[in-house]
């Protein structure tokens, strides 16, 4: 690892630089950041939870916790807890989840129903047929201030090692032969990769950067598919501001009546702000069939990496993914479900429900009938 090109500053980038640099720290860096409005990594706050139907992706959830709670990490999360609501036909995910928990040695999460909820919020209107979980040990993180951070750590080390920070994009891959030579920016920029490894870590661009350069997909499945979800703020007033305070987050896999959107309700003690206005923001993630990223060395190029596929669930791994990355970069083994055509079919589907049915004029139809259903006098909580 004399020599690493780093292209994508999101998750997977970032998390590499670190890694790197733990292992081999007189590595040349060369890190090509263009960030994104359309980026999963520029949200503005992300979940930490250790909870996934199978054991293997809980491994990594607890190793990962496990960072948040006790390195430089731990300063940007707030262990505020989550309640997380199941539909009626998605149960099997919790008892999945209750099982890897008891592999793990970890209790079991107890079902409740929407007393928890009024338990938590007061009154509030929740449906009945629900099932309500409470995970104490989940966390929110505050994510801007989290990237901002890991950016200016990756900056900082590429140049104190005598490497090139570009702030810029990078247009096409030039490739020779069983090489990559050379990688053209967006304003026109020639830097010559000969010699060196490149990490192509672009999230959801990947299919883009590699058919724009000419360069084979992955198998299908493999590829990350660019998948969008709505994100945005409310504008709460000062009596919701008192009512979320020190509350847990709320979460709904949202499946059933309500499975139009992926809904998620975040509100933590130092990130509730009153925004000035209702903000919306559209962001895309890259999902992999089994929603297992593609963390491997592409079979035509021997000095390309190709490391994406957050499938809606990897900022948490921020401080260990690219502890994964450095592995394919020394040559050392790595679990097949990440590589270019595992050879096992995986089922590691965490969100079963990714692609949105309904747009928000069917969420607007969906808020107005619980309008007209709802007692006037109760405060009603987003989740539906
Ligand atoms: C709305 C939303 C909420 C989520 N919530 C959670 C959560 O609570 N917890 C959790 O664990 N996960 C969550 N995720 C998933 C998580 O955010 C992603 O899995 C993760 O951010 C993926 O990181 P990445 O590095 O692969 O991709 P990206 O974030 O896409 O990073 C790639 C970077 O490369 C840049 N780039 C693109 N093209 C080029 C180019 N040609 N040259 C140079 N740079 C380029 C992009 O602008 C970007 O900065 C969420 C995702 C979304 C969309």
Known sequence: MDRVIIIGTGVFGLSTVDHILRRSPTTLLTIISQPSRLAPSDDFSKIVRVDYPTSERMTEALKTQEQWNNSNFSKFQHRIGRIIIFEPDDTPTLEKINKAREEH???????????LMRDTF???????????????????????????????????????????????????????????????????????????????????????????????????????????????????????????????????????????????????NSLLTRYASRTEARFRDG?????????ARHPDFQNLVCAAGGSFNRAKDLPTIGSIVTDVLSGQYVSDRYSWEP??????????????????????????????????D???LAVI
């Open 343 to 376: 050879e096992t079919r995986y089922s590691h589907r965490d969100h079963s429900h990714l692609v949105a049915k309904g747009d928000f004029a069917t969420m607007e139809e969906e808020a107005q009938q619980d309008g007209q259903n709802s007692a006037t």
């Open 287 to 295: 999902v992999t069939e089994t929603q297992d990223p593609i963390i």
């Open 105 to 115: 040695g970890l209790e079991r999460r107890q079902p409740s129903d929407s007393t």
């Open 122 to 268: 007061g009154k509030t209107v929740t449906p009945e047929h629900l099932t309500y979980v409470l995970a104490p040990d989940d966390s929110i993180v505050d994510w801007k201030a989290c990237m901002c951070d890991a950016r200016e750590r990756a900056k900082k080390a590429c140049t104190d090692n005598g490497g090139i920070f570009y702030e810029s994009g990078v247009a096409t891959i030039v490739k020779d032969g069983a090489q990559i030579v050379a990688l053209i920016l967006e304003d026109g920029e020639r830097i010559e990769t000969k010699g060196a490894q490149i990490v192509l870590a672009v999230g959801p661009w990947l299919a883009q950067v590699l058919a724009a350069s000419g360069i084979t997909l992955p198998p299908n499945g493999r590829t990350p598919v660019a998948t969008g979800l709505f994100s945005y703020a409310v504008q709460l007033n000062d009596e919701q501001v008192e009512l979320f305070r020190n509350k847990p987050m709320v979460t709904h896999g949202g499946k059933g009546r309500t499975h139009s959107l992926y809904y998620i309700f975040l509100v933590s």
């Open 378 to 380: 109760h405060f009603s």
